[in-house]
């Protein structure tokens, strides 16, 4: 799988829209790109993925560049209750065999009033 | 719908004593098992996976074993505990051919 690579920390005010980027310049044309996020003491949960066009769904928006080699998820209007870190992985969809779904050090997002 | 179920959500051990955590999956059928430890302030560390009973990959040599007795029954073990050991593991599990993994409520392990 690609490496990815995020920023340790970010600040966003509440209200506003929460940017996080995530750089996978490796990455392969049937990977497709994951984010999930971890509040405090909770299991990860899935936010959105997508392989080169970009996606919304009612938690967020993910942009992926032409070159996809870095994309961006959007948390339109941030809430507190979005202080969180945020995973990007970078995975293929290998049909048949397990896949080992390793996750990096992430962004801890701390939003703000 | 799926669940995913682990427990228990808290356990404070003796070290040298075992361990035995449990995790099971409703819903669904093989799906691809994962357990997952985090260490305080840190990062996820898969330790195990697994694509089907009695089959476990291991990302990390360490004092902890896993087994999968049953297709949707995962189980964390160690025969004596460590310091070390200490942290919040999760278990996880995704379809085998699908996109998103779900992950358990976690147990936070405190080793004394």
């Known amino acids: 799988d690609a490496k990815t690579t995020q920023p340790p920390s970010m600040d966003c005010a509440e209200g506003r829209a929460a940017n996080l980027p995530c750089n996978h310049s490796t990455i392969s044309g049937n990977e497709y790109v994951y984010w999930y996020r971890q509040i405090h003491s909770q299991g990860p949960q899935y936010i959105i993925h997508?392989?080169?066009n970009n996606e919304t769904n009612e938690m967020a928006s993910l942009i992926i560049t032409e070159d996809r080699k870095s994309s961006t998820l959007i948390l339109p209007h941030a809430t507190l209750r979005d202080t969180a870190v945020y995973y990007c992985?970078?995975?293929?969809?290998?049909?048949?065999?397990?896949?080992?779904?390793?996750f990096g050090t992430g962004t801890r997002l701390q939003v703000t009033l | 719908s799926q669940t995913i179920h682990q427990w228990p959500a808290t356990l404070v051990q003796p070290v040298g004593s075992p361990l035995s955590l449990e995790c099971t999956v409703e819903?669904?059928?093989?799906?691809?098992l994962y357990w997952y430890r985090q260490a305080a302030g840190r990062g996820l560390q898969l330790l195990f996976y697994?694509?089907?009973?009695?089959?476990i990959s291991s990302e990390v040599p360490q004092n902890l074993s896993a087994s999968r007795p049953q297709d949707r029954q995962f189980i964390l073990s160690s025969k004596k505990l460590l310091l070390s050991d200490s942290g919040f593991y999760l278990c996880?599990?995704?379809?085998?051919?699908?996109?998103?993994?779900?992950f358990g409520q976690g147990t936070r392990l405190t080793v004394v």
């Open positions: 992985i970078v995975r293929s969809l290998n049909t048949g065999t397990a896949s080992k779904l390793t």
């Open positions: 996880a599990w995704r379809v085998s051919s699908g996109t998103e993994a779900f």
């Open positions: 697994s694509v089907g009973i009695g089959q």
């Open positions: 819903g669904t059928s093989n799906p691809n």
């Open positions: 997508g392989l080169k």
